[in-house]
């Protein structure tokens, strides 16, 4: 197919899509406000503006949820009842295991250093000139996609035989300094840190920007009385600072910790989810495409969503909250 | 989220007396010269992570023009050795990649993303306004379960739904990721949607109502123009998600190359030919030039839709 009529199917099928929805909008409307009595047409019309979505959800979330915790207790290829059995391989092989060790580093690592080190920054860069640009870059790995960040760390982690000239940044660094290369990605030690800290590379400039915020909410004259006081750089962001963003901090921790807890795309591009490096999200896919078996890789589903429910039932509460205060 | 308005905890520090002078005092004898260098470790700080940040993606800016020998050869970094040989730079790379089907899969994703943005901003804006302004049975319900829905990982829906796909035969068309991105993004879309529309003034829309104007007409004249802001935010935050994705393309459109996003076929570079570092290079960049632009120019939105967003699993 040449490059013309690519572009000009690729016009049509953008513009069948999008107009289409609007399409479908407009015309249930109008259909229903020229067809209908008023009084069934009080009646109706809700549901053509709710109904689609009230659909959509239903069709993709809350069947397949259901569905996904039924397929659990089924064998590999959903026919026969196998009771508790996916999750208690789920939960006791040993290679599962590791991923769940892995999980554990991940949220522990990864929620602790870009939340900690977000707020520092907030902090700083709150006291510079070049603010919005040091934020923009440091913000710009937000909108890399997890494929483009593991491409654009392989050139970090590259490996190469002692001797041979280093292509990778972090090796060459540490041959210079006389030590022998590190496979990065190989060695089981180090391998899961080398990925985490992809991960942190990326959420860091997330926690940043939130967090600025909330710094930036904090008053002036408060900060201006307590230096007036002689209190120090340290004690006023440990004392001040600290306390009166930490309802920022636990959203912004959250958000990470169910963002790790459903990582997947860096372990599957960087090793595959081999040498010790897999976590739940990845090895449910490994689960559903290698080994073909649909009942636990629905197990590992649902252990995934158990983990996030807490987060669930506070953003209801939250929710409900803030209708009250409305 | 804002700061409660609780008194800071200022236990610990020093009691007021004569620290106020010296303080007043201090400001006042520090030359400029002084002020700079008290603010330096502030200033290398900020400078060295910001740096920092930006050196993995610039290596790999450099690394993409280099041709394809020197890349498996010698570091990026070495082009500063001899900054004015512009022969160390070609544009081959990108010929190569596009030729390896980076340029379909770069035509694939706009396929992708663009109705993957607009069905769920138009899906989540109609509900959005049902939700705030109209009267039905089992209005809270429906806001209740969407807000419950923001958190449900993804993974709990991808058997179920491959399932549904291949039994109907549409598993590997774009109708298939258009609506399911539709979906997954839908109850950040209504969520933030909602609580804008019912932020906006209520004499507004009952005024239109006195007029005798219909909801269609209200929902299009008045509330979409002054929903602007959030339906830009959502915008933005649904299109870089959509684009960046790699989990639902790799599940519900399978490895034909007809269709497949950019993300996909980097990630079967990475998966297949991992070795050919010049494909790597250029086909990653391809495939940032889109979420950057939006970043750069719709900046502003995009944090205001990862603010809203922050809820969102």
Redesign the interface.
């Known amino acids: 197919m040449d490059?013309v009529s690519?572009?000009l199917k690729?016009l049509l099928?953008?513009a069948?899509?999008?107009v289409g929805?609007?399409g479908i909008?407009?015309g249930l409307?109008?259909l229903v406000?020229k067809a209908l009595p008023e009084r069934s047409r009080i009646?109706v019309?809700?549901?053509i503006?709710?109904g689609?979505?009230?659909l959509?959800?239903t069709?993709?979330?809350?069947?397949?949820?259901i569905?996904?915790f039924y397929?659990s207790f089924f064998d590999n290829r959903?026919e026969g009842f196998v009771g508790l059995q996916n999750y208690l391989f789920v939960l006791t092989a040993p290679d599962t295991l590791v991923t769940f060790r892995n999980n554990i580093l991940w949220l522990v690592l990864v929620t602790g250093l870009s939340v900690g080190l977000g707020l520092i920054?907030a902090v700083?860069?709150d006291?510079?000139k070049?603010e919005n640009?040091?934020k923009?870059?440091?913000?710009?790995?937000?909108?890399?996609?997890?494929?483009?960040a593991?491409?654009?760390?392989?050139?970090?982690y590259a490996y190469r035989p002692e001797g041979a000239?280093?292509?990778?940044?972090l090796n060459?660094i540490v041959t210079s300094l006389g030590f022998e290369p590190v496979g990065w990605l190989v060695n089981p030690a180090i391998n899961n840190f080398a990925l985490i800290a992809i991960m942190i590379?990326l959420q860091?400039?997330?926690c940043m920007?939130?967090l600025s915020?909330?710094v930036k909410?904090?008053p002036d004259d408060?900060l201006e009385a307590?230096?007036?006081?002689?209190?120090s750089e340290i004690?006023i962001f440990r004392?001040?600072i600290v306390?009166?963003?930490m309802?920022?901090v636990l959203?912004?921790s959250t958000?990470v910790i169910?963002?790790v807890?459903?990582v997947?795309?860096i372990v599957?591009?960087m090793t595959?989810g081999n040498l010790g490096t897999d976590v739940i999200?990845s090895r449910?896919?490994r689960e559903?495409f290698n080994f073909r078996n649909?009942g636990r890789?629905?197990a590992?589903?649902?252990i995934?969503?158990i983990a996030?429910i807490p987060?669930?039932v506070a953003?209801?509460r939250r929710?409900?909250q803030?209708e009250l205060d409305? | 989220m804002s700061a409660p308005p609780i008194p800071p905890n200022a236990q610990g520090l020093p009691p007021k007396g004569p620290q106020k002078k010296d303080y007043v005092a201090r400001k006042k004898e520090q030359s400029p010269f002084e002020k700079f260098m008290a603010r330096a470790p502030v200033h290398f700080a900020v400078v060295a992570i910001a740096f920092l940040w930006t050196l993995p993606t610039l290596g790999l800016l450099i690394s993409s023009f280099r041709p394809p020998d020197d890349l498996i050869s010698s570091g990026w970094w070495t082009v500063f050795l001899h900054p004015l040989e512009f022969t160390q730079l070609t544009l081959s790379n990108y010929q190569a990649v596009l030729g390896a089907g980076m340029g379909q899969a770069f035509l694939n994703s706009l396929v992708i993303s663009i109705p993957a943005t607009v069905i769920p901003i138009a899906i989540a804006t109609f509900a959005a306004y049902a939700l705030t302004w109209m009267e039905f049975p089992g209005r809270q319900t429906i806001f209740i379960v969407t807000v419950g829905l923001l958190v449900v990982p993804l993974q709990m829906t991808l058997i179920p739904i491959l399932q549904a796909y291949s039994a109907l035969g549409i598993s590997g068309t774009f109708l298939a990721v258009w609506l399911a991105h539709a979906a997954y993004g839908l109850p950040l879309g209504v969520y933030l949607l909602r609580n804008y529309i019912g932020s906006l003034p209520r004499d507004l829309i009952e005024a239109a109502a006195v007029d005798g104007a219909s909801h269609l007409k209200t929902f299009t004249k008045i509330i979409v123009p002054l929903s602007m802001p959030a339906i830009a935010s959502f915008a933005v935050f649904q299109f870089l998600w959509v684009w960046n994705d790699l989990l639902v393309a790799l599940v519900y459109l399978g490895g034909s190359e007809q269709v497949a996003p950019v993300t996909l076929v980097l990630r079967n570079i990475v998966g297949d030919r991992g070795q050919d570092w010049y494909l790597l290079t250029a086909g990653a960049f391809i495939s940032m030039l889109v979420p950057m632009a939006v970043f750069f120019s719709l900046q502003r939105f995009f944090v205001r839709g990862l603010l809203a967003g922050s809820v969102k699993g």
């Open positions: 490059n690519l572009i690729a099928a953008i069948l899509g999008s929805i609007i909008f407009y409307n109008i406000e009646k019309l809700p549901w503006y709710v689609p979505s009230v959509l959800l069709i993709y979330l809350v069947i397949p949820t569905r996904t397929l959903s920054i700083l860069i006291r510079v070049y640009l040091a923009s870059l440091i913000f710009l790995p937000m909108a890399i996609s997890f494929v483009g593991s491409v654009i760390w392989r050139f970090i000239p280093q292509i990778g940044l060459a590379w860091t400039g997330f920007v939130l915020s909330a909410g904090v408060v307590a230096r007036v006081d002689g209190a004690q004392r001040i306390p009166m963003i309802p920022t959203v912004v958000t169910v963002l807890l459903k997947f795309d599957f591009v595959g999200a449910m896919i559903m649909y890789g629905s590992i589903a649902v995934l969503l996030v987060v669930m953003n209801v929710f409900r803030q409305r």
